[in-house]
């Protein structure tokens, strides 16, 4: 009876390593049914009352940074011929470890949860990282800022703020994979991966003082009310504004239609570029259900969420710390407080296997008993609907990573979609951060 009841304490679910990305629930998942929704419809969903998922939550700081509150469970993965697992628990049972990121390394103590955040980043006039609804991402901004940026929050007997880093990842993975029982996980929600960013989306109408940029009718059938734009003399640039929202989409005349947006007035020449950018935070008000999508959650061009944290994958980029690469060889730090970029000695770690030399969709990843959770892409050559079903982007030298994708590359895009392909340095519009806080 106490095996039993131990038991049914754990939830897993397990892979053959077979093409088909769908997984077996195992322990006491088996049986259990997940749903994602669209905006305000109800969908049934099994583990909105099960241990652990039915304990996250919505939480803001005294800063005014919406998190999802996670608490703390255990993760055990296997790893052999023919199969793979992955269990969790709110009981460390043999064979589980205890994720970094609820773990304080000044005090040598377990901590009761972590804040993932709800929004992805912004900065503040402070110079401080933002987790707020309301407005568009922080871009070209490279991670060694994105990770000053959240320090800084730590002033004023506030602690435990940094961004987005290789442990918070692997518990997003956990319970996704766990709930949904697949490792495709755009076959649940598409994302915001069916964007636009091309040169030759551009103006063919001169105005002055307007809140609207008249396209050619083909091109405006690529954008969607309610999507993010921004307009530039060159693509990706932003020279004539960063960060709009698309109101309507009305015909101009035969061969053109008329794109409008909010915000202050522009003028627009003949030339200016149109393309897609990061979504507005706070569009998860929208949808009922604990996660879904906006609009649809097929169609890649409405963004999802996943139990209340925004873009989990699509929509932008977003930088991963704690993990550097060089020559394909990942290098690994559990400690917060001292990560730094370019560092391939203590106190990173050099994990057990050497990432893949080769773009391509992921047929596997990689796995160190020692470091279990760090997962990078080794094997590709799969497709967008079999094994991991996401994209490996990779390049010589140096490099940090990034994770998830962005709104253009439509099927490319996931959880599983790593790109440890730019270097410290490297800045982008198609590249964001994310603010997580440590119970310290």
């Known amino acids: 009876m106490l095996l039993m009841k131990k038991q049914s304490q754990i939830m897993g679910v397990s892979w053959d390593k077979a093409a088909t990305p769908t997984l077996t629930r195992t322990d006491s998942a088996i049986g259990m049914v997940a749903a994602a929704g669209v905006d305000t419809g109800v969908v049934t969903n099994n583990f909105d009352a099960a241990p652990i998922f039915r304990e996250i939550y919505d939480v803001t700081d005294t800063l005014g940074n919406v998190f999802v509150r996670i608490p703390k469970f255990y993760i055990r993965k296997t790893d052999g011929a023919g199969y793979k697992t992955w269990q969790i628990s709110k009981t460390q049972y043999a064979g589980f470890y205890l994720p970094w990121c609820f773990w304080d390394f000044a005090n040598s ?231 730094a970029s370019d560092v391939f000695a203590s106190p990173y770690e050099q994990l057990g296997y050497v990432d893949g030399n080769t773009d391509g969709y992921v047929v596997a990843m990689g796995y160190d008993a020692n470091y279990p959770f760090a997962a990078l892409p080794v094997t590709v050559g799969g497709s967008d609907s079999t094994y991991y079903s996401d994209y490996y982007y990779r390049a010589t030298g140096q490099r940090i990573a990034r994770v998830g994708g962005s709104w253009y590359n439509g099927l490319d895009a996931g959880l599983s979609h790593w790109a440890p392909d730019v270097a410290s340095t490297g800045v982008s519009t198609r590249i964001a951060g994310r603010l997580v806080r440590k119970a310290v």
């Open 109 to 339: 103590r377990e901590l009761p949860y972590f804040d993932f955040g709800k929004y992805k980043a912004t900065k503040d006039g402070s110079n401080k990282l933002q987790s707020v609804a309301n407005v568009y991402p922080l871009i070209n901004t490279s991670i060694a800022d994105m990770r000053t940026y959240a320090k800084n929050n730590n002033t004023g007997g506030l602690a435990g703020y940094q961004q987005l880093d290789l442990h918070a990842a692997d518990v997003l993975q956990a319970l996704i994979y766990t709930e949904f029982a697949t490792i495709g996980s755009q076959s649940i929600m598409a994302g915001y991966t069916a964007g636009q960013y091309n040169a030759s989306h551009t103006a063919t109408v001169a105005e002055n003082n307007v809140n609207r940029i008249i396209v050619a009718n083909a091109t405006a059938a690529l954008y969607a009310v309610g999507q993010a734009i921004s307009v530039g003399t060159s693509l990706g640039g932003n020279q004539i504004f960063y960060g709009r929202t698309i109101t309507s989409i009305d015909v101009y005349d035969a061969s053109n239609k008329a794109i409008s947006f909010d915000g202050a007035t522009v003028n627009i020449a003949i030339g200016n570029i149109l393309y897609n950018t990061g979504w507005k935070n706070g569009f998860s008000a929208n949808i009922t259900a604990t996660s879904g999508s906006l609009v649809s959650n097929s169609s890649g061009l409405y963004p999802c969420k996943y139990r209340g944290i925004e873009s989990p994958w699509g929509d932008i980029w977003q930088f991963v710390d704690g993990v550097n690469i060089t020559g394909y060889q990942a290098w690994i730090c559990k400690d917060a407080s001292s990560y």
